[in-house]
Every structure is written in structure tokens, then in C-alpha cells.
């Protein structure tokens, strides 16, 4: 390619990693910008078209195609630029809502490969006294500062249009000057020092900084919340200033990264987006095409920071990006392998939108309205300034499959409470400021108002309660058979008389389950709790000295286990098979009362269970039952089974969610379905078993569920759920020892 053909100028710098971003983007509105210049007072329309006209055929960038030559992104051939549509919405009831709503229809427009260069203006006829011009511009053309540039070229047009003269010659920097002053700066010191510094910065790079969801591409798709800062959180920034002497910029970003830290549980490190102008130089002033880049703003926030810390961060960081941003976002993701959606350089955006001078036009008070600003990967920040350098508006925009607006407006008033602490607290440590505004913390204190009256029952008086409402209920079934109500009972209560008689007294013992899923297992657990004993679920898959630890820690005095899981429990335990404790049961009066003991009453421990050991070693905890009762009391209130209902029993019994598995269907007059052991892993088999027994109700943790999903899709087909549960996902939150007798999160 020739570059000094006088018709053929490849792109600037800044413009191709928007023309090559633009080809790898599904929207051909990603990268449309849109302003719209508001002009009210004595107006003289037919000047005001011409203004725009001439000052449109001014800019160079606005008149070429942007084209590929030989693989170099370049200038094409000069095309005339676009015309402004004149719109005379001045008879309808609500012109300025219609001209709204046509700007952002036109901002949402696809338009294909052609969308670099088609380029929107409109002339909105409000009343005779104001209009709106709407420019609708291709990120690869313009950025905020160019938008001003035209609309001070366009002012100066008009004001000599009404004198009758024209205008003197436009001094912007041409298009080829440009081009050579980008490939004089790639050749210079500057160039290597600016590289060096990025690719050292960015050696240790934390994650981006994120709020809500997983990384997501960029999108068009946006929503937006904001507010107006009012004079006493200025004021109380001017006094601040006067304080500190912490230039603006500096507090309000260490404002808005203190915050997503709190966000975050105290995240001490951060990588957000910050936007630079550069326009450092005059060439830069005078350049009439985008320049903008978005550079990686990297901190590290000391342990326990208060705000003065988190600004003296910010305030050394931005000093240092400033003087290296004329290299290039998109040369410092290639420099360090962070390209594409997968690996972006940065989540969160944080962006102080200076103000510019508003053009002077004659007799018309203008201002500026943005429409669209680009794209946003999660959340982009925008603070504004008025005219007095004073913050004027808080802007939040953000990625509509990853915020709701609630949730937007809710981010927006905390961060101007957030400020207000701050300023009040600048040595404070961040970790002592409650996130929550007053009316949210009044909110927590009514949610957590869940005093009430304690289940006066336990599980045992509302099992034998279904007993003898529904004896011929069917109570709990496997592959191999059913017990009805009154035959689980039966056989539980001739158990727990053999424990007692076997322990020479059960009561307040703790005995250990290692037994496979099964019907027998339902038994063995309700037997326990009526012979005032303590349940203990084991799993022999552990090995042999955890097994011990376990045993030896809770105290167990017994494991009942099959005659083959006798082999997998530690050498010198006391065990009990499950055939010889039928036979006991079976020597002993079948009519003979379970015993009564203080293990029934609400305070004492209805089971252990012991933690994962991820934070150490593993602790028993126990549960009373109070607590066991009081849980399933408010999951049948809210959940409500009937006696047409199944649960499935799939989770192995040392995890925190088998207990309400286990006893929530016997105090609703339910059926417990108990899955084949192994089978909680197989989503096949689950499937198969949901509907080859009638299920209605079933948890999953959420691997689980999405392997469930998947396995559906292969297996279309009727199934008769009622009630899903989702461990910290969907329905109810509910993990760990603690949460298998308290729900933590309710989504409804």
C-alpha cells in the first residue's frame, strides 16, 4: 500500500483498535455514539441548518469510507458527508419525549458492515424557540471532545450567518498529519519507556473488577440510573479540598473505588477502566477524529485503608497512567495475552466527564444531552462537572443481562451516602463504614425481626401426629418396597427399644450411621431419636484416622453399619450390625413403648455433623432439637407438602441437606423416596427415578442441576416436580451444618 497516495491514509492509532474491535463485535451499534445539543432562545433556523452543513463538511474524518487496503484499516475515497433530516415535531403534545425516544431508536438501529460510516444528523423542531440537534457518530470518528469541537465550529458559523460575514478557516490538524505523528511517536523514546512502563505494570495483573455476574462481552443492551449531587454533598467536597488539597479527580475516583472494594468484602485489589483524553499537546487539541483511550487503572489498597489512604493510591496511580497514555489499551492486552471477552483488561469503568465550555451561540443558552456513550462490559461510572468544576451528575450505565434497574438506582443513591461518610470519616477504616444506608440498615433490622413462638412439638410428636391422622399412608419407599406410616412406627419403635436394651439406656448417647441409602437407613435414624439418642451419619468412604477423629471427637458409643461396613470402620470401634439389631427387635415385645428419655426434649442434640475441614480441621456440630424442628416447621409452612407429595432422599446422609430430607416429608404426611446409593450422582438415574416414582420435590447443588438441565434436554419428557431446591442458587440457600436447620436465602 502506498501511504502517500494523497487519496489512501491508513487509520490513526486510536481508530484502528475501534475498527478492529468494531469486526469482532455481533452489534453493529456497539461502538455508535450519540449527543444531542439542546438550543433555546431567539433562533433562526434556516441559519442554524446552514451552520451545521458547513461545519459537517469541515471535518475531514467525516467525510471518507473507512476501508481495508491490503490489510492496513485506511481512508477510502471521499464521500459527501451525510445531510441533517430536518423533523418539525412542533404540533405534537410531547415533542421533546417523541425526539427522545427517535434518538435512541436510531442509537439501536443494526446497519450492518456499513455502520462505521453511516453516520446520523437530525434537526428536532421542538416550538419555535428550541430545537435539538441529534448526531448519531461512529466511535472510529468521533469522542466526546471531537462532539465539542463541532459544536464550537457550528456556533462560530451561525453567529457570522447572522452577521451576514463567514466564518474564518478551521485550524484542525489534518487527517495525514496525524497519521505521521502517530508513527513518529511509535519510533520515538517515549514510545519504548510507555511500553516498558504498561508491560511492567501489568506483569502481576489482578482479575478486572467486577460486580455482579461472570465476565461478559461488551453490549449495547444498556441501562442507566442517576442523580443529581446536591449543594450539601458540594459544599462538604470543597471543604474537604480545602482540607486535604486532594485534587478533585483523585477523591472522587478513590470515592467510587472504595466503594466497589466495600462492595466486594473489602477487595484490596483492583483494576478498573479509566478513560483518557489524550489531547496532552496543541496537535491533540486540534485533532478533529477520536483519541480517547481506555487504560487499566491498577491499585493496591493498604490493609485497614481509610479514604485518605485510598486516595493517596489513586492520586500516585493516575499521575503515573497519565503519563503513559498515549500507548495504546489494545497494544497492552496484545503486549500481555489479555485479548478477547475471555481476558479483558478491565470490568468496571470510571470515568469523570469534564465540561466543556458550552458553544456560544447567539442569543441561545445551549446544552449538551449524551445518548450514548459506547459500550459497557459491566458497570461504566460517569460523574459529570458543571460548568462551576463542581460534580453536577452521577451516571451509572450498565450491562442489562448483568444489573436491573432496582438494583442500578440502588448502587446510585449508596454511592452518594458512601461519599457523604467519606468526607465526614477520612481516617476512618473503610471496614468500620456500614455500605447500607440508614433506611436499608431499618430494612435488615425488620427482615431480621423473625422473633416468634417456638414449635412446641418436636419432629418425633408431629411424625407419630401423621401416624394417626394417615397410618396407611405411604411414609418411605425404595427399588425394594414401601413402609406405610403406621409400619414405620411400628418398626422405628422396635428399634429404638433394642438400642435401649442393647446400650443398657440410649438416652443422650451418640451412635453412628454407616449404613447404605435405603429404607432400613430411614428406620436406623428415626429409631435413634426415639430412643433419645444422638445421630451420628458416617461415611466409610473417609479414611480410617478421620473416621477415628470423628468417632473419638463426638463420642460415639456405637455405629450401626452392615455386616460388610463393619470392615471399614476403625479396628476396636463397637459396632452393630443391622441384622442383629432386627433380631433383638424381634426378641423384645413388638407392643413395647419407645423409651422416654430427656434425648426427646427440645433442648438436647438430635444429630452431629461435622464441617468439610476446608478452613482447618473438621468440627462436629451439634444440632438440637429445637432447631431441627423449628427448620422443617417453617419449610412445611412455606413450602407446604401434602400427602400426595414425594421427596427424594439422593444426598448422602454427612451432608448438611439429608436432615430435612429425612424427617420434612414425615411431619407433612409426605413419602420419602429414597434413591439408590451412588445414584445421587447419575443424572440419568435421577431423572429415570423422579419419574418412574412420582417426585415432587428435590435438591440439587448447582453442578448437579446444570448436569440435571442438560440431561432433560436429552430426555424430553413429563416430569411432575413441584419443588426444586438449589443449593445457593434459586429457591433456598442451604449450606453447612448450621443451614441444614436455618434458611439462609428465600427467593420467591
Request: glycine share 6%; hydrophobic share 40%; with cysteine.
Amino acid at each position: 500500500m502506498d501511504c502517500c497516495s494523497p487519496e489512501l491514509i491508513p487509520l490513526t492509532d486510536a481508530q484502528q483498535g475501534i475498527w478492529y474491535a468494531s469486526q469482532t463485535g455481533r452489534s453493529s451499534r456497539l461502538y455508535a455514539t450519540g449527543q444531542a445539543l439542546y438550543l433555546r432562545g431567539s433562533l433562526e433556523q434556516t441559519q442554524l441548518l446552514r451552520a451545521i452543513e458547513r461545519a459537517l463538511q469541515e471535518f475531514e474524518v467525516l467525510n471518507h469510507r473507512f476501508v481495508d487496503v491490503q490489510g492496513v484499516p485506511s481512508f477510502g475515497e471521499r464521500t459527501p458527508k451525510g445531510s441533517v433530516i430536518l423533523c418539525d415535531l412542533s404540533f405534537q403534545e410531547q415533542p421533546e419525549t417523541l425526539a427522545i425516544r427517535a434518538m435512541e431508536q436510531i442509537i439501536h438501529q443494526e446497519l450492518g458492515p456499513d455502520s462505521l460510516h453511516q453516520n446520523e444528523y437530525r434537526l428536532y423542531i421542538l416550538s419555535e424557540h428550541e430545537v435539538i440537534w441529534f448526531s448519531c457518530i461512529h466511535h472510529i470518528a468521533f469522542d466526546a471532545y471531537v462532539y465539542h469541537l463541532l459544536y464550537q465550529r457550528v456556533a462560530e458559523h451561525y453567529n457570522v450567518l447572522l452577521r451576514g460575514g463567514e466564518a474564518t478557516s478551521c485550524r484542525f490538524a489534518a487527517l495525514r498529519t496525524l497519521y505521521v505523528e502517530d508513527q513518529a511517536y511509535k519510533n520515538s523514546p517515549q514510545y519504548a519507556r510507555d511500553r516498558d512502563y504498561w508491560r511492567y505494570r501489568c506483569a502481576q495483573m489482578p482479575a478486572p473488577t467486577f460486580i455482579g455476574a461472570s465476565v461478559q462481552e461488551t453490549t449495547v443492551d444498556i441501562i442507566q440510573a442517576d442523580a443529581r449531587i446536591d449543594d450539601e454533598i458540594c459544599l462538604a467536597l470543597d471543604a474537604f479540598y480545602q482540607q486535604s488539597r486532594i485534587a478533585l479527580s483523585d477523591l472522587l475516583i478513590g470515592v467510587f473505588a472504595s466503594y466497589f472494594s466495600s462492595c466486594l468484602a473489602g477487595e484490596r485489589q483492583l483494576l478498573f477502566g479509566l478513560p483518557c483524553m489524550v489531547r496532552q499537546d496543541s496537535l491533540g487539541a486540534q485533532a478533529a477524529v477520536t483519541r480517547s483511550n481506555i487504560l487499566p487503572l491498577l491499585l493496591t489498597l493498604p490493609q485497614d485503608a481509610n479514604f485518605q489512604d485510598v486516595c493517596a493510591v489513586v492520586a500516585k496511580n493516575r499521575r503515573e497512567l497519565h503519563r503513559h497514555q498515549r500507548y495504546r489499551s489494545e497494544w497492552i492486552s496484545r503486549d500481555i495475552g489479555r485479548v478477547g471477552n475471555a481476558l479483558p483488561l478491565y470490568g468496571i469503568e470510571l470515568n469523570i466527564l469534564p465540561c466543556f465550555p458550552s458553544p456560544d451561540f447567539t442569543d441561545l443558552d445551549a446544552s449538551v444531552r449524551h445518548i450514548a456513550t459506547g459500550p459497557v462490559r459491566d458497570i461504566n461510572v460517569h460523574l459529570e462537572l458543571g460548568a462551576d468544576l463542581r460534580p453536577h451528575t452521577l451516571r451509572l450505565l450498565a450491562h442489562a443481562s448483568r444489573h436491573n434497574q432496582s438494583e442500578l438506582q440502588l448502587h446510585v443513591r449508596r454511592l452518594l451516602h458512601w461519599m457523604k461518610q467519606l468526607i465526614a470519616s477520612p481516617s476512618a477504616p473503610l471496614r468500620m463504614l456500614p455500605l447500607a444506608m440508614p433506611t436499608e440498615l431499618a430494612q435488615i433490622t425488620r427482615w431480621n425481626d423473625t422473633k416468634h413462638e417456638l414449635p412446641k412439638h418436636g419432629i418425633l410428636e408431629l411424625f407419630e401426629q401423621q401416624v394417626r391422622t394417615a397410618p396407611q399412608q405411604i411414609a418411605v419407599m425404595d427399588e425394594s418396597g414401601v413402609l406405610t406410616y403406621g409400619e414405620l412406627e411400628l418398626r422405628s419403635r422396635r428399634f429404638a427399644c433394642a438400642l435401649d436394651d442393647y446400650l443398657q439406656g440410649a438416652g443422650g448417647k451418640v451412635i453412628g450411621v454407616a449404613l447404605e441409602r435405603s429404607i432400613e437407613l430411614e428406620v436406623v435414624l428415626l429409631a435413634i431419636l426415639r430412643a433419645g439418642a444422638v445421630i451420628l451419619p458416617l461415611s466409610l468412604d473417609l479414611p480410617e484416622l478421620r473416621l477415628r477423629k470423628m468417632l473419638n471427637q463426638a463420642g460415639a458409643c456405637l455405629t450401626i453399619t452392615s455386616s460388610v461396613g463393619q470392615e471399614g470402620l476403625p479396628t476396636g470401634h463397637p459396632s452393630l450390625d443391622l441384622v442383629t439389631l432386627t433380631q433383638i427387635a424381634e426378641l423384645l415385645n413388638a407392643e413395647t413403648s419407645p423409651p422416654k428419655s430427656a434425648g426427646q426434649d427440645a433442648g438436647v442434640p438430635a444429630y452431629i455433623l461435622f464441617t468439610s475441614g476446608s478452613s482447618g480441621e473438621p468440627k462436629g456440630v451439634m444440632v438440637g432439637h429445637l432447631a431441627l424442628a423449628n427448620r422443617l416447621q417453617w419449610m412445611q409452612a412455606e413450602y407446604g407438602l401434602q400427602p400426595t407429595d414425594r421427596v427424594l432422599q439422593k444426598t448422602p446422609a454427612t451432608f448438611d441437606v439429608s436432615m430435612w430430607e429425612f424427617f420434612w416429608p414425615l411431619i407433612g404426611g409426605a413419602t420419602l423416596v429414597m434413591a439408590r446409593s451412588g445414584g445421587h450422582a447419575e443424572p440419568e438415574y435421577i431423572i429415570d427415578c423422579i419419574r418412574y416414582f412420582d417426585v415432587t420435590t428435590v435438591h440439587f447443588v448447582p453442578s448437579m442441576l446444570a448436569l440435571f438441565l442438560d440431561e432433560i434436554e436429552r430426555q424430553p419428557g413429563p416430569l411432575k416436580l413441584r419443588r426444586v431446591f438449589c443449593q445457593r442458587r434459586g429457591v433456598v440457600l442451604g449450606a453447612g451444618p448450621a443451614l441444614s436447620t436455618a434458611a439462609g436465602c428465600a427467593i420467591t
